[in-house]
């Protein structure tokens, strides 16, 4: 259909919903071949097609139905929602520990824009109260909106600026940091600030959320009464990520900053300790910790921050057939390190060879991470192995390729001499190295096994 055309399209929804006397935000009951559905019409998205009505259900979720399926619609009102939560000025109580929460962005932070359909970075902090009261339960709660960005636009200038925002309130005597962040690259930040904050003397937790707040599933109240809990009260003084533990609302996992990641694209419970186990759980009651292995909180309030940080540093993912020109792409670009995501236990193919020689003549500081998370680089079994790192590759032991490629990106902003940059990456500062994996880490129930199959059916009904 061409621009003339469009001028005189009338969608099909249109005349249906003109036909039985309906608009946009009238609260109606819709009679379809398929059943019935009430709810409130919502304004068509910018990228839905124009075939079907869009509602949103009195569970809060929403539901297309297309237009021929219509057979009467019975309008009962109409409501025009404002998706709006007023700011609300946080209660001081004497009693509590005082806690701050930085927002960037990302759904926890977030509203829907019916007219686009999207999910847009648009409530302040200081909204966040008036859509969670239960914070004032817990702490007395400071906010600040250092940006408001998807988690996609986070990198190293946001890094800096949020570990400098980290710092100076932990000078101020705050009892901990709350940092609202995007879930899909919350575990890059939450690796970085691991090696730009160190020796905190107080909790640093990322929290987010899976579900935007308008829907009932949203995950985004529990997360953030969690993190401001831990913050509050926790004894762990560790850059941390607290989300769902189980897909259910029973409680929080707090994970590692430098071994958590995003496995899962929607689940609640999307975020996973790799090659440990997390560090502790957090719920009404309090936090409980699984171990003792951790940076204790103190009552100084001097912190290490160094944020030298240089990002000419990429993640080569290898696959059979890559070709050297990628390799060689990045040394002719300027790049000053590479962190490779090799098969096994760290192997890549021959063929690349001599742009990897290429790269370490010049001066490109390269590592070896594997593919598969879990496990150590070994590269000293196979001949392959071998090969790569005479070539200049070093295995960077159980580091998970997103936190090697933070912690090189941190190390060459420390210095120029690649001696000193292996010793940086190989030197455990944030828990990113560990000297074994757990015997109970590494468990997947997959589905299907008799015995996972018997154990799931007395939870599952």
């Given at each position: 259909m061409n621009g003339e055309d469009w001028k005189g399209y009338?969608?099909?929804t249109l005349g249906v919903l003109q036909e039985h006397g309906a608009m946009v935000w009238s609260q109606v009951t819709i009679h379809t071949t398929r059943g019935d559905f009430a709810g409130l019409i919502l304004p068509r998205s910018e990228t839905a097609d124009p075939e079907h009505i869009v509602l949103k259900l009195a569970t809060g979720y929403n539901v297309g139905l297309h237009h021929a399926t219509v057979r009467s619609i019975e309008v009962h009102g109409r409501k025009i929602a404002q998706y709006k939560i007023p700011e609300k000025e946080f209660p001081y109580d004497p009693g509590k520990p005082r806690v701050k929460l930085?927002?960037?962005?990302?759904?926890?932070?977030?509203?829907?824009?019916?007219?686009?359909?999207?999910v847009i970075p648009a409530f302040s902090p200081g909204?966040?109260?008036?859509?969670?009261?239960?914070?004032a339960d817990v702490c007395n709660l400071e906010t600040e909106k250092l940006y408001g960005v998807f988690s996609e636009n986070m990198g190293p200038e946001q890094w800096i600026g949020t570990a400098e925002a980290v710092a100076r309130e932990i000078e101020k005597g705050v009892a901990g940091v709350v940092i609202g962040h995007g879930t899909d690259t919350m575990h890059h930040t939450a690796a970085?600030?691991?090696?730009?904050?160190?020796?905190?003397p107080v909790p640093v937790v990322m929290v987010g959320s899976q579900r935007s707040s308008d829907r009932p599933s949203s995950d985004a109240a529990i997360n953030l009464i969690n993190a401001a809990r831990t913050a509050a009260t926790s004894d762990?003084?560790?850059?941390?990520?607290?989300?769902?533990?189980?897909?259910?609302?029973?409680?929080?996992?707090?994970?590692?900053g430098t071994r958590v990641r995003k496995m899962h694209s929607s689940y609640r419970s999307t975020f996973r300790t790799i090659g440990d186990i997390p560090l502790a759980r957090v719920d009404s009651q309090g936090v409980l910790p699984f171990r003792a292995d951790y940076r204790r909180r103190r009552e100084d309030r001097a912190v290490k921050l160094n944020t030298a940080f240089d990002d000419r540093v990429a993640i080569v993912y290898y696959y059979p057939a890559m070709k050297p020109d990628i390799i060689d792409s990045l040394v002719d670009h300027g790049y000053r390190g590479i962190i490779i995501a090799g098969t096994?236990?760290?192997?890549?193919?021959?063929?690349?060879?001599?742009a990897l020689q290429r790269a370490k003549d010049a001066?490109?500081?390269?590592?070896m991470t594997v593919q598969t998370l879990w496990g150590y680089v070994q590269m000293y079994v196979y001949e392959t192995g071998r090969e790569i790192m005479e070539l200049g590759v070093v295995p960077a032991a159980n580091m998970l390729p997103e936190v090697a490629y933070v912690k090189l990106g941190w190390a060459l902003g420390q210095s120029s001499d690649p001696r000193e940059v292996q010793r940086l990456m190989l030197t455990?500062?944030?828990g990113e190295i560990t000297e074994r994996e757990p015997h109970n880490g590494y468990l997947i129930l997959q589905g299907g096994i008799p015995e996972v199959d018997a154990f799931i059916s007395q939870y599952w009904k």
């Open positions: 009338r969608p099909p930085f927002g960037t962005g990302g759904t926890i932070a977030s509203r829907l824009d019916y007219r686009t359909g999207a909204e966040l109260y008036g859509s969670v009261p239960e914070l970085v600030l691991s090696f730009m904050l160190q020796d905190l762990i003084a560790e850059v941390m990520v607290c989300m769902f533990g189980p897909t259910s609302d029973q409680y929080g996992l707090l994970h590692r096994g236990l760290g192997h890549v193919n021959r063929p690349l060879y001599p001066g490109v500081s390269m590592f455990p500062i944030a």
